[in-house]
């Protein structure tokens, strides 16, 4: 279990390594009811992760704003990035299968 200081450590380390941690972090502290981290925490990952399509994981950062932003009772914004989200996930299925050879 992290204590409060391995929290806040985290915080502040997990910011710098980018909007899929800042995200997570976002979501951490939201669901412990600590508004204002998650809020500041969101407020470094949603511009990174707005519109970072073709990246291999960042639909996970996104899963995890919206999961965040659901836990802030912020709905609205909550269903966009998880519907963007999706979307990205599915693009990436799309792109990693291989084309099927058309019959004739």
Known sequence: MLSRVDLEDSSSA???????????????????????????????????????????HMHHAQFHIGAALASLDRHDEAVRWLTKAADEATRRIRASRPMKASSR
């Open 14 to 56: 997990g910011a710098e390594r980018g909007p899929q941690m800042a995200a997570i972090l976002a979501l951490v502290h939201a669901r412990l009811g600590r508004r204002g981290e998650a809020e500041r925490m969101l407020a470094r990952a949603m511009p990174a992760a707005e519109n970072r399509t073709g990246l291999s």
